[in-house]
């Protein structure tokens, strides 16, 4: 059996938080956008998997990485990346920084600092926006922005699912110097509401997130291709919306994903203001 479907989720790009290759973009570029998003969909099942052991998730990984090789017995996501990257002059280097960050899921547990979650951003979530940016063929200025908005992207996940993250993979992305400093033990990632001090310490995250939002505000203006641009508005728009909730919900008891109703109203408002 394919290795990537052993441990898929069934999970897909319309369950994301963000948009995914949405009808905004023009028709040429969603191809191999979705080639990219099912390359990383899988990768992500594998490392994400619960009951899979690590050593499994490692093999398997490395099956994305023989495809991406063109060897056989490479993972079909793999291979089928792999196609759309030659067919369009394309690099696989984003491919293989987020096979990093796969691998780096299923060994590292914990995060000491917010510059070393950064750093994890840097491969986990960075390398997906700058895919996109080549697709378009976007120049590479647009990167820090890019990335300062898929660093947010992620750390947004991470705060939503830290209950979840926790339970299920004894995973702790909030970094543990600030959990010190707050008097939080992970431990009480497991409980039904959020305790003051961890609080406090999602706080302080989404604070953080807020700073990389700012940076990443006139991303869109920069985007050359009017269509992703306006994509990217909308993006930045519902990322702004869920910091907010984290600054004032708790994610272990409350509800902080967008229902559809509010993304979309949320989407047409930054449409309208582009």
Known sequence: M??????????????????????????????????FYRFARAADDIADHEQA????KLRQLEAMRHG???????????????????????????????LDAFEQDVI????????????????SAMPVGRFVLDVHGEDRETW????????????????????KDYRQLDRV??????????????EELAAPAASPALRAVIRECADL?????????RFAASIADRRLAAEVAVIQRLA???TQRLLHRDPLSERVHHRKPEAAWLAIKALVGR
């Open 240 to 242: 702004e919306d869920l």
């Open 68 to 98: 991406l090789d063109g060897a056989s017995g490479g993972a079909p996501e793999a291979l089928a990346l792999r196609e759309v990257l030659t067919a369009r002059r394309l690099d696989d280097v984003h491919a293989r920084e987020l």
């Open 2 to 35: 394919d290795a990537a479907v052993d441990l898929a989720s069934g999970k897909g790009h319309r369950q994301e938080n963000f948009p995914v290759a949405s009808w905004i973009l023009k028709r040429e570029h969603r191809a191999p956008i979705m080639s």
């Open 209 to 217: 997130t807020q700073g990389l939002l700012a940076h990443s505000a």
């Open 173 to 186: 992305y909030l970094p543990e110097d600030m959990m010190a400093a707050a008097g939080a033990r992970v």
């Open 108 to 123: 590292v547990r914990r995060y000491t600092t917010w510059d070393t979650l950064i750093a994890y951003c840097r491969l």
């Open 53 to 56: 052991p690590p050593e499994e």
């Open 144 to 163: 820090r922005a890019n990335d300062a908005l898929c660093a947010a992207l992620q750390v947004i996940n991470h705060l939503q699912d830290c209950g």
